[in-house]
């Protein structure tokens, strides 16, 4: 399931990494050399990351992963979080988006991160290692938040394939889960936020995410890499059910 801002703006990297990724300048690309074991995927994920601006910026702020940009580049487009809001990030590990929103909505705020894995505990984050889909988490989840959550956040992917169809349709059904959920825990104009895959079978989701909320959009982070398909949905403005238009 699983997957503090310094200075800077929260849009691109700041310019020590900028100089690092070797924009504006000349930079040698750093290569990983093949061992005995490594596999050559291994090997180029090795090389991405060593390469990656993103990566060496979120080390420098102090966030536990890169995906931490995408969400403030999500929240910088739209508004997505406010100081005071309640907010469950589920597939938290290793808890880069949960760091985002915990220093967004502030001391007033609640930050819950939901993983099967555990994760090393997050300074005024509540972690816990739990599976959203058991049917007793959507009222576990609104005890702890003392009342309905404000926003809830979805960077979950599965273990790929290999088999593009196979991986599509795969997040989609982490997508169609992470909404079901949240029709049961959000407070009424509440948001959701969800990783999605670009192909034809996004319509139903769509369908079910118009019904329920009053603005859906598509948004691609500049922090995500252009090879990617991944894309996020954004939904804004919940409406309890039984009151759909």
Known sequence: MS???GGGKPSGPSSRAERSSGRGQRQLRQRVRTAKGRRASSVRWLERQLNDPWVAEAKARGYRSRAAF????????VGLLKPGQRVVDLG???GGWSQVARQKVGDRGRVIGID???LDPLAGVELLQLDFLDEAAPALIRERLDGPADLVLSDM???TSGHASTDH???MALAEAALDFAVEVLAPGGGFV???WQGGSEKELLDRLKRRFAKVRHLKPASSRPESPELFVVALGFREPGKTE
């Open 194 to 196: 969800a990783k999605v």
């Open 3 to 5: 997957r503090k801002s």
């Open 116 to 118: 099967l894995l555990p």
């Open 169 to 171: 349709l795969r997040i």
């Open 92 to 94: 938290a590990a290793p």
């Open 70 to 77: 995408k969400l403030l580049q999500i929240d910088e487009k």
């Open 157 to 159: 992917a599965p273990q």
